[in-house]
């Protein structure tokens, strides 16, 4: 079965300091991965997905993340982090096909210090 | 376009209790999909319709909870009787298309519900 683990429950940085959530998954094939983010009082919004390719994706908000077959890992980074990035983060796993489910890991919350 | 919209945004219910939340679809789009999360867990999946079809419900926890979704349009989920442990936030999602990797989900900002 799939499974998604992040590790960091809280992470705090500076405005302006630069992003890395880390993201690891278990799959057995090629994972189909994405990135969410949720502000508060807010639905799931998404960031990135990685289907094929290129393993460094590009998405909105100025976020990023490489996806890193040998360390099955998929990390989220931003070279400078705004207040109002402050948020929850999930990554997530999908495994295609007909199997249309997504495993999705615990979160992390970021904060952002001024 | 109207994204998807989900009622209501909060629920409080004693145990025991009926409650049925509501999600409307973004318009078009075929697959609607159910989650949960449990505080302090994952968002877990619940069942997945294609139209008005139930596509997958590997998920739903126990035969208290029964979702519909009538017409291929809006869909709700009944949970009877409710217990303390179905205290979450539910999300809904749409897509136009089937499979995660050619479809991204489109939530919706989620039903907290309460159940005391």
């Known amino acids: 079965a799939q499974s998604v683990t992040q590790p960091d429950i809280h992470i705090t940085v500076s405005e302006g300091a630069s992003l890395e959530l880390r993201c690891n998954y278990s799959?057995?094939?090629?994972?189909?991965l994405f990135w969410y983010v949720q502000s508060p009082g807010q639905g799931l919004q998404l960031l990135l997905k990685?289907?094929?390719?290129?393993?460094l994706v590009q998405g909105i908000k100025g976020f990023e993340a490489e996806f890193k077959r040998s360390q099955s890992s998929f990390n989220l980074r931003k070279p400078s982090v705004h207040w109002s990035d402050a948020a929850e983060y999930f990554c997530?796993?999908?495994?295609?096909?007909?199997?249309?489910?997504?495993?999705f890991g615990k979160g992390t919350h970021l904060i952002i210090q001024p | 376009e109207a994204g998807v919209t989900q009622f209501p945004s909060h629920s409080v219910i004693e145990k025991g209790q009926t409650v049925t939340l509501r999600c409307d679809p973004i318009?078009?789009?075929?697959?609607l999909y159910w989650y949960r999360r449990v505080m302090g867990k994952e968002i877990k999946f619940l069942l997945h319709?294609?139209?008005?079809?139930?596509?997958?419900e590997s998920g739903m926890p126990n035969n208290r909870f029964l979702a519909e979704r009538t017409g291929g349009t809006y869909s709700t989920l009944k949970v009877q009787p409710a217990e303390l442990e179905d205290s979450g936030v539910y999300f809904c999602?749409?897509?136009?298309?089937?499979?995660?990797?050619?479809?991204?989900?489109?939530f919706g900002n989620g039903t907290r519900l309460t159940v005391t």
């Open positions: 999602a749409s897509s136009p298309r089937s499979g995660a990797g050619t479809s991204p989900l489109h």
């Open positions: 319709f294609v139209k008005e079809s139930k596509q997958d």
């Open positions: 990685y289907f094929s390719g290129d393993t």
């Open positions: 997530a796993v999908g495994a295609g096909g007909g199997a249309d489910g997504l495993t």
């Open positions: 318009s078009g789009h075929d697959n």
């Open positions: 799959y057995g094939a090629t994972p189909y």
